[in-house]
């Protein structure tokens, strides 16, 4: 049996959960992607036997949409986690204190 630990709600029964398929990277620049990137990056699969990232929603508890990792061909669930956003870069509006400033490490 398989058991899925949400981040909210602990471990459960995978029959509480409804797989929301691989997650990838969104492209960084969406307006740059013509549609045929656009179909490629919504429909097309790497569908790997091995590790993966999925999305998985608790659909008969709380409501979350969150991350594991998961070998697909042992059902092993190495870890789940709440979907984090990357830094983001400073709006255009902020001003850049690091501008003009030699990178870490520079001699
Ligand atoms: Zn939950």
């Known amino acids: 049996m398989l058991y899925l630990t949400c981040p909210n709600c602990g471990p459960r029964n995978a ?6 398929g691989e997650a990838h990277a969104r492209p960084a620049v969406p ?9 490629d990056f919504l429909y097309m699969k790497q569908n ?3 590790q993966q990232t999925e999305w998985w929603y608790h659909a008969s508890g709380c409501g979350l949409w969150f991350l594991a990792d998961r070998h697909n061909t042992s059902n092993d669930v190495i870890r789940t986690y709440r979907w984090q956003p990357k830094a983001q870069p400073p709006a255009s509006n902020d001003t850049d204190h690091t501008a003009g400033l030699p990178a870490a490490g520079a001699p």
């Open 15 to 20: 029959s509480e959960f409804r797989h929301g």
């Open 31 to 39: 307006d740059s992607l013509d549609e045929r990137a656009w179909t």
């Open 48 to 50: 790997t036997a091995g």
